[in-house]
């Protein structure tokens, strides 16, 4: 025998419900806002477990924004997802390329639920992080609202928008990267203290700190 059929093991797995699932990061990758300009890491996922063990969460995204208003949140919104996925305190994160690369592979809880975009159309986004689910994921039964565009069209790749219902639209990096910009480097507290970096540096993945 070559092998028996199996209708959790097929490709195009797809996540048609809202709910908070154990995950996988699958990719991290540090680039920039294409609205903003400013620094981001943008996040992969892959369910672990469950009846959708193995579908794709899209085009999650965090942003950096290092001035006066706005710093305090940004550290906060990036603390938040690191213990999530289980990094202890005390570590310090130089910049965000480092950060991504230590991101990756790397497991937690995310909670998603339904959002309409500017074309009507509605798609599961990140709302926020926990650390890993001990009785496994929890689908809640919302499932995808009905709207015009919706009825006349499946966004979960049968047609030219992106593959797995998420949202639309991945944030397209501007410069590349974290090159041409001085101010993106990010200090955790590491001591009760949270001290700005003074100049960007490119992360040594032979001296990650986790």
């Known amino acids: 025998m070559l092998f028996t059929t199996d209708?959790?093991?097929?490709f195009g797995k797809s996540l048609k419900e809202a709910g908070t699932y154990n995950v996988r990061v699958t990719s991290a990758v540090a680039?920039?806002?294409?609205?903003?300009?400013?620094?981001?890491?943008?996040?992969?996922?892959?369910?672990?477990?469950?009846?959708?063990a193995g579908a794709p969460i899209r085009y999650d995204y965090a942003v950096w924004n290092d001035d006066e208003d706005h710093f305090e949140l940004s550290v906060r919104?990036?603390?938040?997802?690191?213990?999530?996925?289980?990094?202890?305190?005390?570590?310090?994160?130089?910049?965000?390329?480092?950060?991504?690369?230590?991101?990756?592979?790397?497991?937690?809880?995310?909670s998603v639920d339904w959002e309409q975009s500017q074309n009507g159309n509605w798609y599961l986004r990140v709302k926020s992080y926990h650390k890993l689910l001990?009785?496994?994921?929890?689908?809640?039964?919302?499932?995808?609202?009905?709207?015009?565009?919706?009825?006349?069209?499946?966004?979960?790749?049968?047609?030219?928008?992106?593959s797995a219902g998420y949202r639309q639209q991945a944030p397209q990096a501007q410069n590349g990267g974290f090159n041409s910009q001085a101010?993106?480097?990010?200090?955790?507290?590491?001591?009760?203290?949270?001290?700005?970096?003074?100049?960007?540096?490119?992360?040594?993945?032979?001296?990650l700190p986790f």
């Open 183 to 207: 101010s993106f480097n990010a200090a955790m507290p590491t001591n009760g203290q949270q001290q700005r970096p003074q100049q960007p540096q490119q992360p040594n993945a032979d001296e």
């Open 77 to 110: 919104r990036f603390n938040t997802i690191m213990i999530a996925s289980g990094i202890p305190s005390g570590k310090a994160v130089e910049n965000l390329p480092q950060l991504a690369s230590v991101m990756n592979g790397r497991k937690l809880a995310v």
């Open 7 to 10: 209708e959790n093991n097929v």
């Open 134 to 162: 001990q009785e496994g994921s929890q689908p809640n039964g919302k499932t995808r609202p009905e709207s015009s565009q919706n009825s006349r069209q499946s966004n979960f790749g049968n047609n030219r928008n992106q």
């Open 31 to 52: 680039t920039n806002s294409k609205s903003s300009g400013n620094p981001m890491i943008e996040f992969t996922y892959e369910v672990l477990d469950g009846q959708y």
